[in-house]
């Protein structure tokens, strides 16, 4: 089968995934069998079916003629328990394979109390004998949007009391992607809102035309539901999709199953269904999401499961039709199953990982606790991960050799007696930047004299063993916290300078694991005339993201194990996330079908950019007029150094930063923290800077493909909501004392309004001063 040809606009011939409510068919494990032999994972199947549909409708016509004959109020009708025709369900060993859904035909958003009390106890009446037969997935449509934001909330309200039924049922709440119509919005003849009075009418019949406001929607009822981890969002994929920062929000949501309609494919010039580009980039982005977030267990390429999709679930008449089809299966003409066969086809085909999508696997949105390798000491396995990345080493190396060419084609001299350029390594780990500098080096050329400072003793023996191994006792190790090396022993006994400083003591937000505290306190072995520090420089920089599934997390662990996990900065492989902010809107680009049509989606070769702001910056050496100042708060002389780390209070107050930045918003969002990301210049010199980036604005273009950092997350523990048009502006400081270091952070959400600049809302001011680093 060739999915790859032209496409064309026509209208698929038939549908799949549609669940049964029709007709009486029940759900035997053979019947499951059958779907299976077909290639489906799952099944679909109604809780009840017409029979009992019919029977709450008379309920309902008793109850409208009783009110209309009687002058007397008349108590709400009560639906009496499931009969054994009202249900094709039943508790079996194949329970596990369904993807059961409540009845579309209710309206639990209704105005009118009536519809709602009805739709309510249908509601609770299916989730309670779902939950007794062992069903696992549950999808209820979404609430009706016509009926505005208080049918939502009513809505929620039902769902949230479902999610106290049964502790194994998983809630997936269906929704369309782009606000067009859903299940729930069925107005076929049995649907209960045919029978609403007309003092409860609503404008249910008009259309939503605001593409956000499914999300918005689902927003709602996940936040009333506090974003319970057995609810989650079945999505249905319309024709032309929505713009891509609606995608993407619903990237970052907890998305359980896509949904499929026929209706969505497309038939190219080989009569094959097809999706479009379009759909094709998002069904990519969705599979690799899934599989790293467990939504699905990955299994061999040829007989994984189809994405997610209710659409490749038959429903057991389909099924059964299929079974008998299945037989006469010949040529790929007579395909019984298309959708699925190109669905299968589009996973067997999915676009390469990038190296940091196979290094992460499995870290994906998993929160880690920052190192702490100044009072931690690291332990060999941490080391051997850094010393996996393909870029950093390299990057360091060319910065080195780079250093040692200017150096030497500028005639400095050297701190050495015998013109070799002196390199002391702090930090040095178990080595990598050592061999590093040896290499760089060979490479230009211009000899060295190495030193390697470790405080980590362990660490220490492996620096002994390489330097006799591998580096030919060329490198002189030493065993000392580096603000309190005095500098290269003298034959004389006195102590020598160093010429270059090279170190890699950064965090995932540049100075959280106390480079420049580090740096600050080895500075007074630096050559004061010229020497150089590499890095040169680092900056820190954030960006306010949405990430529901990292909050729930959060929230998780502050109401058990961690009461302060939202004071905490985490380090964590962002995956399930949304940027808030971005460059100006997107760009509309058209594709032309071979009919001749054009078709309009929004440019996929233009995805957004994110706007991410710089925090602070450090660099190095520091003027000497600081240092001095610094080393006379810390009690020691202006000269010289080792004068202690931690000394009077102020005595690093030169590494105190603070910024206040505000953030365009163009979509509404809600905000559950920061992304913190950062930059640093290695070495900038004749030829130009080196640099590495974890910010996604330039991590392509400075060290794409680099894996050692994660970004950092700040959370909020009350999620800041606001409008679209609207702004976020986010205070930071870094905080020091005598002792420690830490981060205080606080978002703000303003809008504009004639002119005006009215505040909306704001988190709490967040600490991680109990948290902090110590010094
Ligand atoms: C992030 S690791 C980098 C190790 C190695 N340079 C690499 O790139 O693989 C930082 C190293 O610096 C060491 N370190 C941190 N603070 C130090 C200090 N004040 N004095 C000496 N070593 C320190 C840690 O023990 C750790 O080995």
Not at 305 to 320: D, L, N, Q, V
Not at 731 to 754: G, P
Request: net charge negative.
């Amino acid at each position: 089968m060739d999915y790859s040809d032209g496409m064309d606009d026509s209208t698929p011939m038939f549908y799949i995934g549609q669940h049964e409510t029709k007709r009486r068919l029940d759900v035997s494990p053979e019947l499951v069998q059958h779907a299976q032999d077909l290639g489906y994972d799952m099944l679909t199947s109604p809780i009840t079916n017409d029979h009992f549909h019919t029977r709450v409708l008379s309920l309902l016509n008793s109850y409208t003629q009783s009110v209309s004959e009687s002058s007397q109020k008349q108590p709400l009708p009560l639906i009496p328990a499931l009969d054994h025709p009202d249900t094709p369900l039943g508790p079996s060993d194949t329970i596990g394979q369904l993807v059961t859904f409540t009845s579309s035909w209710i309206d639990l958003s209704s105005p009118d109390p009536v519809i709602a009390h009805l739709s309510r106890q249908v509601f609770h009446l299916e989730i309670a004998y779902a939950a007794f037969c062992g069903v696992t997935n549950v999808v209820v449509p979404g609430p009706r949007l016509a009926h505005g934001q208080n049918g939502v909330s009513q809505y929620a309200r039902a769902i949230k009391e479902a999610l106290t039924t049964g502790s194994y049922l998983q809630l997936h709440v269906q929704v369309s992607m782009d606000g067009t119509k859903t299940a729930a919005d069925d107005d076929d003849l049995g649907h209960l809102s045919r029978f609403v009075r007309p003092e409860y009418e609503t404008s249910s019949h008009g259309k939503v035309t605001n593409p956000w406001s499914s999300w918005d929607a689902w927003n709602t009822v996940r936040s009333i539901c506090k974003y319970h981890n057995r609810l989650s969002v079945v999505l249905d994929l319309p024709r032309r999709l929505p713009s891509l920062a609606l995608q993407s929000r619903w990237f970052s949501e907890p998305i359980r199953l896509l949904n499929i309609p026929a209706s969505s494919f497309l038939v190219n010039a080989r009569q094959s269904f097809v999706l479009s580009k379009a759909h094709q980039v998002f069904i990519f982005r969705y599979m690799i999401m899934s599989y790293s977030t467990g939504h699905l267990s990955p299994r061999t390429a040829e007989d994984a499961p189809s994405p997610g999709s209710s659409s490749a679930a038959p429903t057991p008449a389909e099924a059964a039709q299929l079974a008998k089809q299945v037989g006469k299966k010949t040529s790929s003409s007579n395909d019984p199953t298309p959708h699925l066969s190109y669905l299968r086809y589009l996973q067997r085909n999915q676009p390469p990982k990038s190296q940091i999508e196979q290094f992460g696997g499995g870290f994906q949105d998993y929160l880690q606790s920052p190192l702490q390798p100044l009072t931690d000491n690291l332990e060999s396995i941490t080391y051997e991960v850094f010393e996996k990345d393909p870029i950093k080493y390299a990057w360091y190396e060319r910065a080195i050799a780079q250093a040692l060419r200017d150096w030497h084609s500028q005639r400095r001299s050297t701190s050495s007696d015998n013109g070799a350029v002196v390199i002391a390594v702090v930090g040095s780990g178990r080595g990598p930047l050592v061999t590093r500098a040896l290499n760089a080096s060979a490479s230009s050329g211009v000899p060295v004299r190495v030193y390697a400072i470790e405080k980590n003793p362990n660490a220490y023996v492996l620096l002994q063993r390489h330097n006799v191994e591998t580096w030919g006792r060329r490198v002189t190790v030493v065993k000392t916290d580096m603000r309190a090396w005095k500098g290269p022993t003298q034959p004389d006994g006195t102590f020598g300078k160093v010429d270059i400083l090279v170190s890699e003591l950064l965090g995932s937000f540049a100075d959280n694991e106390l480079s420049p505290e580090c740096l600050d306190g080895v500075q007074h072995v630096l050559n004061p005339e010229h020497g150089i520090s590499i890095p040169a420089s680092y900056t820190a920089h954030f960006t306010p993201i949405s990430t529901p599934k990292l909050w729930a997390d959060l929230y998780n662990r502050s109401t058990s194990v961690d009461p302060n996990a939202f004071d905490i900065p985490w380090v964590v492989m962002l995956s399930q996330f949304d940027y808030l902010s971005t460059e100006a809107k997107e760009t509309i680009a058209s594709q032309q079908l071979s009919n001749g049509t054009k078709m309009h989606h929004f440019n996929l070769e233009a995805p957004l950019t994110p706007i991410v702001e710089t925090a602070w910056e450090f660099s190095h050496p520091l003027p000497p007029t600081v240092l001095a100042q610094a080393s006379l708060r810390r009690g020691g002389s202006a000269v010289g150094g080792g004068g202690g780390f931690v000394g009077g209070d102020g005595a690093n107050e030169h590494n105190f930063r603070h910024c206040r930045i505000s953030f365009p918003i163009q979509e509404q969002g809600v905000c559950h923290g920061l992304g913190g990301y950062f930059e640093t210049v290695l070495y900038s010199g004749s030829e130009g800077p080196v640099e590495l980036s974890t910010n996604p604005v330039s991590m392509e273009r400075k060290s794409k493909d680099m894996i050692s950092w994660f970004p950092i997350l700040f959370p909020l523990k009350t999620p800041i909501q606001f409008p679209a048009d609207s702004e976020v502006e986010v205070s930071f400081w870094r905080q020091t004392d005598d002792r420690k270091v830490w981060y205080e952070w606080l978002v703000e959400s303003y809008m504009t309004v004639s002119g005006q600049r009215i505040r909306l809302s704001a988190s709490d001011l967040h600490s991680s001063k109990s948290n902090g680093c110590m010094m």
